[in-house]
């Protein structure tokens, strides 16, 4: 056990576990020169040694204290305890090595008893020096005593009195309240200590004992804080920006903290924040009087100005980031009392961090630890336009971020039928399910009562990229009625509301939005992203729409191309359901020979927005029965056509019932579909692979680069890929021969069946790349089909801690990883095969980081989330690449 | 290269490699002093070396030929080519060092021409030696010279003749026969060599050369043996039965191969078999005239029956097996042609296993070794009894053995409904689907004229245990007017078949059938295996009776006791719906109490049937909706209800189909079930834990030994285990002591689900007991639904080569068993943990070895599998303990 107090000169920041993070804070920007109050810290040692063996420890801890206080005295030239001249008071504050906001105790204005009252009141004025005394019993008597009714005798004393704010009180005033609360004091059998040091030592006990109040400990709870960390105590002089008109308190950001600017007026850089004259702090927060914004201090008080100025910034400098600074200013006096690193709009982050990366004050790596994955996000989606002040209706959860406005809609089949129209509705449901996706997909946004954030809405709007609030249950549905009610206001099907999915709230009426118009700096941090990262960024894209929004955003390829949402198309289905329903080779030819020119186009129009990128296209995938209508409907279709006489429609009809009724599955998921399907119908994996080489070829022939990877879903065995590849690989060279060109390809496969992964290292004897397929690979290696499990049980586990997380959500490294490691030691002891993973985890920065920490080459995410990916790409890199790399506390 | 030729006295048993497999007998029978005709063996390296380089080898190889014949001349005391005395003839046979049935070529009487000829005629009969030069001209000319016409020249000659038979030609016809074939030599310009040595060297070119025909390779392909072994060839003096009234040819059976006894008269020891006098094999092989059974001959030949008993009791001992060997009495003189492990039914199998066991010829793991798992499974089946001699009216594929009669129905509502009454009635479709699930498991056995041994029928048929004859093609079944066709048999419902799953043979009306009446020796056979395995044999059983089945088949206990299968009886079923459909905790608890009565007594019969042995009982593991009648039967019932106007019963049903339609999952096999179920409803898992508490204690307290394993189903993660058995173990403590009983139990866990393998260390911390479940965890590694992967395409994939066997018949230790590996040795590294298979597997001999050779504690499987189960984990056992043990090849 060495020192048990430190003067703040004696610290510094890394000293935050013995020092706790405030008075290692204050001690650093000590000895940066800055003008703090002097003061000392009691260290979290010193609470173990205490909460073990109070008496012993008090008993030692006081006589330092009181050296402490002398060699603070000296410093103010303040008597502890003045009963003459101005008296030095104190603040004595807890300050945990982790923030712990709210949690444990303070109490201000240490020092005050009846006399010192009257010498503070003589060297500065009655009232403010009643108040002060006033404010410290009150928080003495609280914190220290328990004494829990201050506040109510206040608000009594004002009703009575006919009163409103705290500062309608005068001195009288003050002194008969001084009075009341003496009273309370006795009524509990309490005194308020007169004794200043008696004052000190108990409320230093009280600091050390908050650390183990129930508050204190559910916090450290749930953010995993130890437990034997303890608490410092800080104990600083007052200063008080409230002594007289050449006093004042305020905030300053060393930059304007919406965009990130740094700005000038006449070549003079400004701060940002505000300032108020002749006040506390909590006469800011309070918002009784308006504060003056930070530049008229240059006019006002120009040497304090420029004091501050030069405050931040050094501090800038010093902690590499823009600063929002406390201070308080007493008898024309600047103190700083705390800064830290400045809350600010993703806008604002993003062009911080590549300010100060510019400026040659972090390094690439740094600026993009800045900027977090979140903020990124938020960049992508509409926003509420921030200066949009009318109150929200409701709060529900925010499930996905982004805002959008629409007519409110109750139904999924109205709500498909007018997005389809392109009208901008909302879906409003109580909950969603797979029979309202429909709705879901053609709505802007989504609002349920019910449900959490892992709720069939929640889950399906953050697949589609589209705003959803959910479980928002001030809102009462009446779906017969049509309308839902939100304490008075009531709202019809067709009014217009908006919904906000990153703040949660639903506003009435078309709100005004701001589109996301990523800055330039934005691409150039990604830029730096892709300089930085190790793990490459794909986009899942199916269409050449989807692709050129991949490209625009920066997706180095296709990572996932799925060839059968081309076929769900209005001219592309019937020509499908023709191939299907075939009862001949010749007939199912004579189908894929349509969709043969059909996808010729498809992919020749991918090959072109992706210039040159590779573009992995993955071979029919879902089970045919998919393609078909419902057998209800075929029912009600055989009926209608036979009404009408339609004899061929009847028939066409019951051909397809016939064929739905054979392909019907006990779990299609794990059934007739993926390779198994283009093994006993190997025409239809030829007709696509054609398509893919015919596309490519035209392609190349107009001076396109293209990169094809046919990739083959659903490998389990390796008798599957090697059938596969072996056949349809002479199909692309015939297909290149008879086009007279040569173009590089690879052929490939999905891992996500379990089995592939534990027996890669005899298919990758087969392939040149493997992409992880992990939505299935969790659905088997978890046993969960996503579909039930996430309406059935998922969230029951998720609120029960049987899962600390939705795997679908967050790649389960534990389980699906751990086979994913396997498969990658397997197969790469067979060749360098590349690896991707194109599951929905491809965009999730934690899955990101985990596929490169095993090795994988790229993700594969929706295009809207590719730049997302990219940072989280970078940052993954640098994390696990470098520890050596200050992993510094954004926010 | 050492040897090229080998005097049979020169070789022995294990020198196959190099003389073939018929060389290495004829050696080591010569070398046991048995009268064995003189000859010897061309090396199978000759063969190889001729192969590369036929002329040089052929000029190196003759001139050592030549000498070896002067050598048999002298022993046999005739000479080759002899023109004056009895002529030396010779038979030159392919020998392989694999038994290649058929594949290769024999030439007989070698060394007749013209002039031998008039010698053999003159020292035994004119028309002997005629049938025998006319045989070697068709044998040489066929086999040697490719001429394949001289059976239709021999057909057409007996036809112009008008003789039936062979034996109807006399002397004058054969020297006619010989002049047509000699000119049919010349029409293919060829000519029959009077050289005798040439004749030698022609047939020896050949049987070298016909270790290359296309059928040779074809065969090796098929049954993997190596293109590199060659063959050997037999040059043996020839030996004729037919010489006169003095000799014969035959077989004889060391002991009778019906049962395996060794019976005696007059206390003689009686052999079995037949012979025929002045015949050669082949006359034997067609039939004219009936041959003696051998034991005929202790009165005609006594010293040659002597002799041939001694030979057998030699041969017994020396081969320590049951043999079957050729003989030839050549004018009174014995001559021993071959012997070998005579072919047994499954009855002898064991007997004689036992028998040569506890004579102390075989050690008791040799025993073991002798019978395979397939003769058990068929002594567990009732067969058609063997001395029925009707013909079966079609034959399909053996798809699941056993015998059974019935009542033909083609419609499997019809047979569910006839099997309830208790009638005998045999399933008959075309192919069969889950549709017809309760058909199949109502019906003594399942006929389908389509489909492979792994469609539906026989799978199920299989799981079930009951007959199966699959893929009778010849059946054409006309389902509209209800009968069907095989050639002009007609069959109409009702009317009785007998099918045969052992052969596949299908017969009119009801043939008597031999019941399984396990022989002592059976269960001797067992009790040495159970005394030699190293990996325990449960049963699963569900029911007191299958219990009772298990325990008398030598169960030592039970592996899996599925409790859903207690709720879908009668009484139960109308219970656990009330339960789903309760609405409150408090409805769902009183289904539930009366439920837990009927449990306590399951539970409390199954566990007085197993008299102390272990006994795992899986908590409920299905999906709810399993329990509901189906959607559209419930409307039926509603709208049934409706009519008559029974309120209560319409809203009891509504309630069934929202409950049902609610609980409707697109994929069940990996939805809302197992312990998933139990999580989210524990009332459900503490009935059923209470209910095994209770029983115990029951039955505890009545001085039955019981010994309760609780098993939760579907684990995937360590918390869900945590979670269940944190609670469940509560109630069994708290069961207990109220009860006031002391009883061990253990707690443990299904490993279906892949994660819950990759995590097993964590379970296991939880866990005492980790059980397969190979079935789901097959599923769920392959991600095949076994529902519609075994109806869709594994059929196709087996066809197709893609996958080797059907994974769930027999475990994938590639994939699922590596993951089981995985599985072990985390939880090995964390406790010495109890581990099981109970999946289907269990009672698969291959997969029981790949049991073994992990280190799996037992194996578990259907009650009447048990015997084969036993059997298959003494010999994996013996195989893998210890590679000393000679693997001797039966049969």
């Given at each position: 056990m060495s020192k048990w107090i430190y003067f703040f000169e004696e610290g510094k920041a890394d000293m935050k576990l013995l020092l706790g993070g405030k008075g290692a804070n204050l001690a650093e920007m000590t000895n940066l020169g800055l003008p703090v109050p002097p003061g000392f810290t009691i260290t979290t040692e010193v609470c173990k040694l205490y909460l073990n063996n109070p008496e012993e420890i008090i008993n030692k801890l006081m006589p330092l204290v009181k050296d402490s206080i002398k060699e603070l005295e000296r410093r103010m030239n303040r008597k502890f305890g003045d009963t003459e001249g101005m008296p030095l008071l104190v603040s004595v504050r807890s300050g945990a090595p982790a923030s712990m906001p709210g949690m444990m105790d303070t109490i201000l204005n240490v020092g005050l008893n009846d006399q010192t009252l009257l010498a503070l009141a003589k060297k500065t004025n009655e009232r403010f020096a009643l108040d002060s005394y006033r404010r410290l019993l009150q928080m003495f008597g609280s914190t220290v005593m328990g004494i829990k009714t201050f506040e109510d005798i206040l608000h009594h004393y004002k009703e009575k009195h006919n009163k409103k704010l705290d500062i309608e009180l005068d001195s009288n005033d003050l002194k008969n309240i001084i009075e009341l609360y003496k009273q309370e004091y006795a009524k509990y059998n309490k005194e308020f200590p007169q004794d200043v040091y008696k004052q000190l030592e108990l409320s230093i006990r009280t600091v050390f004992n908050s650390w183990n109040n129930e508050r204190a400990k559910e916090y450290r709870r749930l953010y995993n804080i130890p437990e034997d960390w303890g608490t410092a105590v800080n104990i600083v002089s007052m200063v008080f920006g409230n002594l007289n008109e050449r006093s004042a308190t305020g905030v300053a950001f060393s930059r304007n903290p919406s965009t990130g600017e740094v700005e000038f007026i006449d070549g003079k850089r400004i701060l940002y924040g505000e300032y108020l004259i002749n006040a506390q702090g909590e006469d800011v927060v309070a918002g009784i009087r308006t504060p003056e914004p930070i530049v008229n201090m240059l006019k006002q008080w120009p040497e304090i100005y420029d004091q501050l100025l030069k405050i931040a910034e050094k501090l800038e400098k010093h902690y590499k980031d823009m600063q929002d600074m406390e201070f308080t200013i007493e008898d024309g006096k600047l103190y700083m009392l705390q800064t830290r690193n400045g809350k600010r709009t993703p806008a604002a982050s993003v062009k911080i961090a590549i300010s100060f990366y510019k400026e040659g004050l972090i390094t690439k790596e740094e600026a993009l630890l800045r900027v977090s994955t979140e903020e990124i996000e938020k960049l992508l989606h509409p926003q509420v336009d921030p200066s949009y002040k009318e109150k929200p209706i409701a709060k529900g959860l925010n499930a996905s971020p982004g805002a959008a406005s629409g007519k409110v809609i109750f139904d999924s089949k109205l709500a498909a039928k007018l997005g389809e129209e392109g009208q901008k509705v909302i879906l409003v449901r109580p909950e969603t399910n797979p029979d309202d996706i429909h709705g879901l997909a053609r709505a802007k946004g989504v609002l349920t009562s019910r449900g959490g954030n892992t709720s069939h809405a929640a889950v399906v709007a953050r697949g589609m990229g589209k705003p959803a609030v959910v479980g928002a249950e001030e809102i009462k549905i009446d779906l017969e009625n049509k309308f839902f009610k939100v304490n008075d206001v009531i709202v019809k099907e067709y009014d217009m509301i908006t919904i906000d999915g990153t703040t949660g709230n639903v506003y009435l009426g078309e709100v005004p939005l701001i589109d996301p118009k990523p800055s330039k700096e934005f691409f150039e941090l990604l830029e730096l992203a892709d300089e930085v990262a190790k793990i490459g960024v794909r986009a899942n894209a199916d269409t050449p729409q989807d692709a050129a929004k991949a490209y625009y955003y920066g997706a180095k390829g296709i990572g996932l191309c799925r060839t059968e949402h081309m076929f769900m198309a209005e001219d592309r289905l019937p020509v499908m359901q023709e191939m299907i329903i075939a009862e001949t080779y010749e007939e199912r030819k004579k189908a894929l020979d349509k969709l043969l020119l059909m996808q010729i186009d498809d992919f020749y129009n991918i090959f072109k927005e992706m210039k040159g990128y590779p573009v992995?296209?993955?071979?029919?995938?879902?089970?045919?029965?998919?393609?078909?209508?419902?057998?209800?409907?075929?029912?009600?279709?055989?009926?209608?056509?036979?009404?009408?006489?339609?004899?061929?429609?009847?028939?066409?009809?019951?051909?397809?019932?016939?064929?739905?009724?054979?392909?019907?599955?006990?779990?299609?998921?794990?059934?007739?579909?993926?390779?198994?399907?283009?093994?006993?119908?190997?025409?239809?994996?030829?007709?696509?692979?054609?398509?893919?080489?015919?596309?490519?070829?035209?392609?190349?022939?107009?001076?396109?680069?293209?990169?094809?990877?046919?990739?083959?879903?659903?490998?389990?065995?390796?008798?599957?890929?090697?059938?596969?590849?072996?056949?349809?690989?002479?199909?692309?060279?015939?297909?290149?021969?008879?086009?007279?060109?040569?173009?590089?390809?690879?052929?490939?496969?999905?891992?996500?069946?379990?089995?592939?992964?534990?027996?890669?290292?005899?298919?990758?004897?087969?392939?040149?790349?493997?992409?992880?397929?992990?939505?299935?690979?969790?659905?088997?290696?978890?046993?969960?089909?996503?579909?039930?499990a996430e309406a059935k049980f998922i969230p029951y586990y998720l609120e029960h801690k049987i899962l600390e997380f939705n795997p679908f959500q967050s790649l389960d490294t534990e389980g699906v990883g751990q086979l994913m490691k396997i498969c990658l030691e397997k197969a790469k002891k067979v060749k360098n095969i590349e690896t991707g993973i194109c599951g929905e985890h491809g965009g999730d920065p934690k899955s990101i980081e985990f596929a490169y920490s095993i090795g994988i080459d790229y993700v594969s995410c929706s295009p809207y989330r590719v730049p997302v990916a990219r940072l989280a790409a970078a940052q993954a890199t640098i994390k696990l690449s470098s520890k050596k790399v200050d992993l510094v506390e954004t926010k």
């Open positions: 992995i296209i993955r071979l029919l995938d879902p089970p045919l029965h998919e393609f078909l209508p419902k057998e209800e409907i075929l029912n009600e279709l055989i009926k209608d056509a036979k009404q009408r006489g339609h004899n061929s429609l009847v028939e066409k009809y019951q051909k397809m019932l016939i064929k739905s009724q054979n392909l019907r599955e006990a779990n299609p998921m794990l059934g007739f579909r993926g390779c198994r399907l283009g093994i006993v119908y190997p025409e239809i994996n030829e007709m696509q692979v054609t398509a893919i080489f015919k596309a490519a070829a035209k392609a190349h022939k107009e001076g396109i680069k293209v990169f094809p990877e046919v990739m083959v879903p659903l490998v389990g065995h390796v008798n599957e890929i090697k059938f596969v590849k072996e056949r349809l690989e002479e199909v692309a060279k015939r297909v290149l021969q008879e086009e007279g060109v040569n173009i590089d390809y690879m052929f490939g496969t999905m891992i996500e069946v379990p089995r592939a992964a534990l027996i890669a290292d005899k298919i990758a004897q087969y392939t040149e790349f493997f992409s992880f397929g992990t939505n299935d690979l969790t659905q088997m290696t978890f046993g969960y089909s996503r579909d039930d």
